[in-house]
């Protein structure tokens, strides 16, 4: 098992965590006896803070909350439960809605983000994941890197070299980091209007955006999930039939703390006719797969393709949305609406559209359900670390090809900017290098050595409806320059080549044009919000 680095805490410390987390020295942990707006808030601040999350509650939410009255809790030994009801209608009858209905916030601390991308699969589950845009990887936790050591490769002939080459790439982030955050000082004009602060929080953004792509995939994450029993059932069952032996470890270290809070709901996970059976079909079937779709392509040369592709979208889309509009007002059947649609002159169905999308005053006002009739599917190849970020959306269909240096990494033009180029293509070239010599005795591991700025191949699927989400939020001002892109290329293609141009039209809040400072806007906001607090 690789090493966690727990928090040192005093022991009036110590008490006061008992009583709310049901560990004090794991990687994973539930959080319990709290109010839900204290656990989404404290989630919530998770994201954007270096801190573990016991840490995080000690010093910035333990002060705001009475405890007097919870002397006597301590959630590290588990607490009983009145599980009777739960028994009879969920494990006896099989009534898996019942399990909807009981939630658990559970943390994962310094998991690799090759394992993030495996605890954010489901749907059904909401997460806050520590950000590399706004967090500096350039500090230590126990005098090391942060960084995931699977055990197997430590313990292997590679172990020193794996660690060695690691540290090497934190080195080349943390100078990078500091030169390009130079540069854009150097070379960005202040607005007079901005406090010193506001600046410098900009500019550190600008500089983090453009070097993470040096952190290898194996960087520790904080990752906070919130799910029903159900959810958390489908997550393990999958994990644990994950051929990256870090997910199946994570996997028990999750079991073993949700039951503290949830037994009931868990219980399944390890009979063998059931969550075994479970387990064993995904593994059968994804062996299989990936054994015949290997000796049928394996060899096939990859040719060039654009780094976002429309391969997919529906001719009908415009008659199946204005049907889809009427629908609900009023009593004919699809059929005879899709007939009657059809008949529709050009100012009726540009009338009925703009009736439905109505005045959008901003990106979060989004049409109704119509616009899910239509689907579109992306291919997309772009560099690790906005796949990450377009990743988390959970409303659309998205498969991804393994992590390798094959494709090609991407260097932002701020590195070459400051005089940077080559710094940077070595620390490419010793990642690549890592993988190659991992590859064949540790096919799922050596993923961990590939920097982000690698880039990777994934499909997106998503309706319209997502598109107005997702497209207009990824192409906000505050965006990544790596995704923003993605997102207005899906824009214009939806657009000029689908044709579906009403629906194009219909995402009148994204932003086309890119920003000196990404991040500015944001700083103004929040030094507002500071000052009226």
């Known amino acids: 098992m690789t090493v966690y680095v727990p928090d040192d805490y005093t022991p009036a410390e110590a008490d006061t965590l008992r009583r709310y987390f049901t560990n004090l020295d794991g ?117 090391r890197y942060r960084f995931y050591r699977d055990p197997a490769v430590l313990s292997s002939r590679f172990g020193t070299r794996y660690v060695g080459d690691m540290d090497r790439l934190f080195d080349t982030y943390s100078l990078l980091l500091n030169k390009v955050t130079e540069h854009v000082r150097a070379t960005v004009d202040r607005d007079p209007a901005d406090s010193d602060f506001v600046f410098r929080q900009a500019t550190r953004a600008k500089a983090l955006d453009a070097v993470r792509g040096v952190l290898p995939a194996a960087s520790l994450s904080n990752v906070g999930i919130y799910g029903s029993g159900q959810a958390f059932e489908g997550l393990l069952l999958r994990m644990r039939a994950h051929p990256l032996p870090e997910a199946r470890h994570y996997a028990d270290l999750m079991l073993h703390e949700l039951r503290k809070v949830i037994p009931s709901f868990l219980r399944r996970v390890d009979l063998a006719d059931r969550g075994g059976r479970w387990t064993s079909y995904l593994v059968s079937t994804r062996e299989r797969t990936a054994e015949l779709v290997d000796s049928l392509f394996g060899g096939t040369p990859v040719e060039s393709a654009p780094s976002v592709q429309l391969v997919d979208w529906d001719r009908d889309a415009e008659d199946k949305l204005l049907a889809a509009i009427c629908y609900s007002h009023t009593n004919l059947p699809e059929s005879q609406l899709i007939e009657r649609v059809r008949c529709l002159g050009p100012t009726e169905r540009l009338a009925l559209i703009r009736a439905y999308v109505g005045e959008r005053e901003n990106r979060r006002h989004k049409p109704g359900r119509a616009f899910e009739r239509i689907d579109y599917r992306f291919d997309v190849l772009s560099d690790y670390g906005a796949f990450r970020d377009l990743q988390r959306h959970r409303l659309l269909t998205i498969e991804w090809q393994p992590l ?26 010793r990642s690549a290098a890592l993988f190659d010599l991992l590859k064949d005795e540790y096919p799922q591991q050596a993923s961990y050595a590939v920097s982000m700025a690698y880039r990777l191949r994934y499909s997106m699927q998503f309706n319209a409806r997502e598109a107005i989400h997702m497209l207009e939020l990824r192409s906000s001002p505050q965006g990544h320059p790596a995704y923003r892109y993605i997102a207005l290329e899906m824009h214009r293609l939806i657009g000029e080549q689908a044709g579906h141009r009403a629906i194009a039209d219909a995402m009148n809040h994204m932003t086309t044009e890119a920003p000196e400072l990404e991040r500015l806007d944001a700083e103004r906001r929040a030094e507002v919000r500071r000052g009226q607090s």
């Open 404 to 429: 390798t240096p094959n494709h090609g990494y991407v260097r932002p033009e701020l590195i070459d900017d400051s005089g940077m180029t080559e710094i940077f293509d070595d620390a490419m070239a």
């Open 27 to 143: 990687p994973v942990f539930a959080l319990v006896n709290l109010p839900e707006v204290v656990k989404g808030a404290l989630f919530a601040r998770y994201s954007r803070s270096a801190k573990s999350l016991r840490r995080l509650f000690l010093d910035e939410f333990v002060g705001d909350l009475d405890i007097s009255g919870d002397h006597s809790v301590d959630a590290t030994i588990g607490l009983e439960r009145a599980e009777e009801l739960y028994e009879k209608v969920f494990f006896e009858y099989g009534d898996d809605s019942v399990a909807q209905l009981g939630g658990v916030h559970l943390a994962c601390e310094q998991a690799s983000n090759v394992l993030t991308k495996v605890l954010e699969w489901g749907r059904l589950m909401s997460y806050l994941e520590q950000s590399t845009r706004y967090i500096a990887y350039d500090s230590r936790i126990g005098g």
